[in-house]
């Protein structure tokens, strides 16, 4: 079992839905989540952090995290079309950054 | 520009070189990883230092992959005798590492091909 899961696309959606990404993890020294959104040929850019349960919201995305059932989500409200992207969950405890394997959106116009 | 920069941004080299990148992390990150991204994969981890110190080195990392971080600033990543299999995007990121604020910023990558 991979250490963390993210639910494998693509995903393709019309412009102005609600997108969910999810990724599970299985190492509970996990303490810190990230998601990035990463163009093609570009680095990672970081989206969101958080480090403890719960909510953060942050214009139309909001990352949510469950650390009892090791379960993290990205939403992204009224989904545009500059929305299609890659997104990769990453998380770490005390050493190296650990990514899921990463999901590919589109949003349709 | 404060973000992580990374030179270059593209090497072309054929199967046998010898290769070289640098990264040079946001001012003030202590922590700075090196990843390796193939098509339509995630991330994959290399290694990463604490200041000057390597802490931690992938198992994949073959002793043809060699990291340096003199002084904690700068770092660069050298692959000996270059294979195709070699070829891919490699990220550098940095992290400030400070309390609750251990969020990772990456640069645009090296993307490597070896013909």
């Known amino acids: 079992q991979k250490e963390v899961e993210q639910d494998p696309g693509p995903l393709s959606v019309p412009e102005g839905a609600i997108v969910s990404l999810n990724c599970t993890y299985s190492?509970?020294?996990?303490?810190?989540f990230m998601w990035y959104r990463q163009y093609s040929r570009k680095g990672p850019e970081l989206l969101m952090y958080?480090?403890?349960?719960g909510n953060k919201e942050d214009g139309r995305f909001t990352a949510q995290v469950d650390k009892s059932s090791k379960y993290i989500s990205l939403f992204i409200r009224d989904s545009q079309p500059s929305d299609s992207a890659t997104y990769l969950c990453?998380?770490?405890?005390?050493?190296?950054?650990?990514f899921g394997k990463g999901i590919t959106l589109s949003v349709r116009p | 520009d404060t973000g992580v920069s990374q030179n270059p941004r593209h090497k072309i080299t054929k199967r046998g070189q010898n290769v070289t990148f640098r990264c040079d992390p946001i001012?003030?990150?202590?922590?700075l990883y090196w990843y390796r991204q193939t098509l339509g994969q995630g991330p994959e981890f290399l290694t990463y230092?604490?200041?000057?110190?390597?802490?931690?080195k992938s198992r994949l990392l073959s002793d043809r992959f060699s990291a340096e971080r003199p002084k904690g600033s700068f770092s660069t990543l050298e692959i000996q005798r270059t294979e195709q299999g070699d070829s891919a995007m490699y990220l550098c990121?940095?992290?400030?590492?400070?309390?609750?604020?251990?969020?990772?910023?990456f640069g645009q990558g090296t993307r490597l091909t070896v013909v």
């Open positions: 990121a940095s992290s400030p590492w400070q309390g609750a604020r251990t969020e990772a910023f």
């Open positions: 190492n509970s020294a996990f303490q810190y």
């Open positions: 958080t480090y403890s349960s």
């Open positions: 990453a998380m770490n405890g005390i050493g190296k950054l650990t």
């Open positions: 001012s003030e990150h202590n922590r």
């Open positions: 230092f604490q200041n000057e110190a390597q802490l931690e």
